[in-house]
């Protein structure tokens, strides 16, 4: 039986909790991929994360009209994960017995339907389909590095070198962060965020107001091109040629909307929730599991937020939603 905080605070933003799954783990993990603004959510769950990052036994999945939904791995498939996508169309990978993980693509069935999805596997190209182009091609990166896309039945090879892939803007600009070497673990380190405009390759402010620089990385972009992410020890905002820093706050995710979603240490060693709309901070008010930890994982463009949620060996995944006046 889990016991509930509520988290009130002055000025702050009312929201109600929905979980939309939950399991008891020892070491797993829950992530959505995809919150799209009509209320789908998509992602993966995993029996296993390694200390590495690695997931194990990872299974897709899709909610939506309040109901949650496996999507199929085919005859030779063993895993899949979810990476990104919209209401139509979702990508990510499927571990193919013999094959390794190649990129997969789910659409819903004849009827129109998730409980019906139907799979598509690209067993000619080793990796994951990280993301999806406003195109509709599927970006392809493997050991963090981007291979190329698929375009319809045909592929085409990325001349970008060591470069992490974060994210894809509508006019098309590839968002991410070069790197020079990696990390014990295999992660990308002594990165350069920045973006690629065809072959062009443009590097994001990383000076004032942070300091001198020691580390900098892009985490997450809108279609607009706005991104968060890292300089030495603060989070920052990339909003056109502006860099700024939120030096007591972590950032997880931002919509198209230029809002950001993110945590900060309360007055009682506690965690709240905080979101910025327009400029202003704002707290968000909910009813979450007690002395639990919570990862913000996506916010679409009606203030929704999903967050995965754990305490022990338990694990939730939630949607935070605005409460109706």
């Not at 783990?25 to 919150?35: D, E, N, P, Q, W």
């Not at 493997?142 to 045909?154: C, D, P």
């Not at 590097?203 to 972009?221: F, H, N």
């Not at 300089?231 to 919509?255: E, P, S, Y």
């Amino acid at each position: 039986m889990l016991a509930f905080l509520a988290i009130l605070a002055i000025g702050s933003l009312r929201y109600e909790a929905t979980l939309i799954y939950s399991e008891e783990s020892f070491s797993g993990t829950i992530h959505c991929a995809v919150l799209t603004d009509a209320g789908l959510a998509a992602g993966y769950t995993s029996d296993l994360m390694t200390h590495h990052g690695h997931v194990l036994s990872a299974k897709p999945f899709v909610w939506i009209q309040d109901k949650l939904y496996r999507l199929p791995l085919g005859k030779k498939g063993r895993e899949g994960i979810v990476l990104d996508g919209n209401d139509r169309m979702l990508v990510g990978a499927v571990d193919v017995k013999g094959a390794g993980y190649v990129p997969a693509q789910w659409i819903p069935g004849e009827s129109g339907s998730w409980s019906s999805a139907r799979l598509r596997v690209y067993t000619g190209q080793a990796g994951f389909g990280s993301h999806l182009g406003p195109d509709g091609s599927i970006w392809v990166t493997s050991n963090y590095v981007v291979k190329g896309r698929l375009i319809g039945e045909n592929w085409e090879q990325s001349q970008f070198g060591n470069f992490e892939l974060v994210g894809v803007a509508a006019d098309g600009r590839l968002f991410g962060n070069r790197f020079r070497n990696r990390q014990f673990d295999g992660r990308p380190d002594n990165t350069t965020p920045g973006f690629y405009r065809g072959a062009k390759w443009s590097v994001l402010k990383v000076g004032e107001p942070t300091g001198d620089r020691y580390y900098a990385r892009a985490k997450a972009v809108n279609s607009k091109g706005t991104v968060i992410g890292y300089v030495d020890f603060a989070n920052v905002l990339w909003a056109g040629n502006t860099l700024q820093a939120f030096r007591k706050a972590t950032l997880w995710a931002l919509n198209d909307e230029g809002d950001m979603v993110g945590t900060v240490e309360g007055s009682k060693d506690d965690v709240l929730i905080k979101l910025w709309k327009k400029g202003k901070e704002h707290t968000v008010s909910v009813s979450l599991p007690k002395e639990s930890l919570v990862y913000i994982e996506r916010l679409n463009n009606g203030g929704v937020i999903a967050a995965h949620v754990a305490r022990g060996m338990w694990r939730g995944l939630y949607l935070l939603r605005p409460k109706k006046r």
